[in-house]
Every structure is written in structure tokens, then in C-alpha cells.
């Protein structure tokens, strides 16, 4: 069973830090991986991908990942109250009936 | 770039009635697009992979005759639930894959009432 695991959090930062979302997976053969941002009531919006070891910087947000961990994170600075929302890490392998894999996500607060 | 809409956002029903949900890919061609589904506090639920020009391959424990998908263009996927119940009521959403690509973006979602 291919499987993505997120603490559902709560996660709780105060306005200003550094919040870290973690994400581990079960598939090695997965080849990408991707952040979706999930507002209450709104769809998912992508937020970061990242194929390759290392780390991928977008503005306040940097994606990190670790193959032979099989561990992403996705940290976000300066952390703001409009960021708060549910983080849904995925990952994809081509040989997976091309669907990705979804962690359950964890819920960030960010607190003014 | 990579923008999908989903018509229409909001629907109210009687049950026993069918209803049309379309998703569209505006700017990107999409050989592969799904379709989710999500209630209330919990988290996104696969229902459908939609493959243009070809049948719909359903996740388990989804019913292909309840929920008819027809992707009939490089663009265009619909998801019709049939004879919906109360029970078919959540949060429905498409998401597009451009074509070669591996990311998927997604609609807006289209909320469903059957009363």
C-alpha cells in the first residue's frame, strides 16, 4: 500500500516565524512530489513541486526533499495569518496510474 | 497559465435528479483529468481518473453508473451523478493534468445540496 503520512496538526506559529510541514512516503519509485495549499471550502492550490534532492525556494516558501529519507517538508517564512489553511503533501510515480498519492494533510494557524 | 474552471460552483437539487458538473482546462490541453470528492472536515477522496477518448477507470467502492464521466475533448471532462440522493451530497472537485506533465491543477469545486 502506497502511502503519504502528515501530522494532521494542529500546527500552531505565532505571526513572523518559521512554520515546517513535514511529509514522509512509502513508494521509492515516486519520482515528484508537490505542496497544494487547501483553504477551508476552497479547492486545492499548488503551491511547490520538487523532483530532485535538495532544496527549491519559491518567494517565502522552500520545499526540501530527501530521497533516501523518503522525507519532504515544505517550510514557509515569515509566516503570515493568511497562510493558515491545510497543507496537503503528494507524491507521483509515473507507474502508479499516473494519480498522486495524498497525505491527509495538516492544518497550519497562523497567529497575529 | 494553468487555469481549470468548473461549472457550475454551486447546485441544489431534489433527489432522484441527475446533474451535470463540467470541467474545463482554459489554457493547457489535459489528456487526463479526476475527479474528487470531499466532505465536510476530512480529507480528498479520488473518485475517477478521466482519460480523453477513453473510459473512466473508477477507484474502488465508487459507482461507475451513479457517477458518469465522459471526457470527450483535450478539455472538457464531465461528471454526471445520477438519481442523486442526500447522501451524494459534499464537495465535488476536478483537477487537470497537463498533457506529459505530472502536476495537476485544479477547479474551483462544485458544491452539491440534495435535498
Known amino acids: 500500500q502506497k502511502e503519504v503520512e502528515q501530522n494532521s496538526g494542529p500546527l500552531s506559529v505565532p505571526e513572523g516565524a518559521i512554520a515546517s510541514l513535514n511529509c514522509t512516503y512509502s513508494d521509492r519509485g515516486s519520482q515528484s512530489f508537490f505542496w497544494y495549499r487547501q483553504y477551508s471550502g476552497k479547492s486545492p492550490e499548488l503551491i511547490m513541486s520538487i523532483y530532485s534532492n535538495g532544496d527549491k525556494e519559491d518567494g517565502r516558501f522552500t520545499a526540501q526533499l530527501n530521497k533516501a529519507s523518503q522525507y519532504v517538508s515544505l517550510l514557509i517564512r515569515d509566516s503570515q495569518p493568511s497562510d493558515s489553511a491545510t497543507y496537503l503533501c503528494?507524491?507521483?510515480?509515473?507507474?502508479?496510474?499516473?494519480?498522486?498519492?495524498w497525505g491527509l494533510g495538516t492544518s497550519l494557524a497562523v497567529n497575529p | 497559465g494553468a487555469v481549470v474552471s468548473q461549472h457550475p460552483s454551486r447546485v441544489i437539487c431534489k433527489s432522484g435528479t441527475s446533474v451535470k458538473i463540467e470541467c474545463r482546462s482554459l489554457d493547457f490541453q489535459a489528456t487526463t483529468m479526476f475527479w474528487y470528492r470531499q466532505f465536510p472536515k476530512q480529507s480528498l477522496m479520488l473518485m475517477a481518473t478521466?482519460?480523453?477518448?477513453?473510459?473512466?477507470?473508477?477507484e474502488q467502492g465508487v459507482e461507475k453508473d451513479k457517477f458518469l464521466i465522459n471526457h470527450a475533448s483535450l478539455t472538457l471532462s464531465t461528471l454526471t451523478v445520477t438519481s442523486a440522493h442526500p447522501e451524494d451530497s459534499s464537495f465535488y472537485i476536478c483537477?487537470?493534468?497537463?498533457?506529459?506533465?505530472?502536476?495537476?491543477?485544479f477547479g474551483p469545486g462544485t458544491r452539491l445540496t440534495v435535498l
Open positions: 478521466s482519460n480523453e477518448g477513453s473510459k473512466a477507470t473508477y
Open positions: 503528494a507524491s507521483y510515480n509515473a507507474g502508479n496510474n499516473r494519480k498522486l498519492i
Open positions: 483537477s487537470a493534468r497537463p498533457t506529459l506533465r505530472d502536476t495537476q491543477y
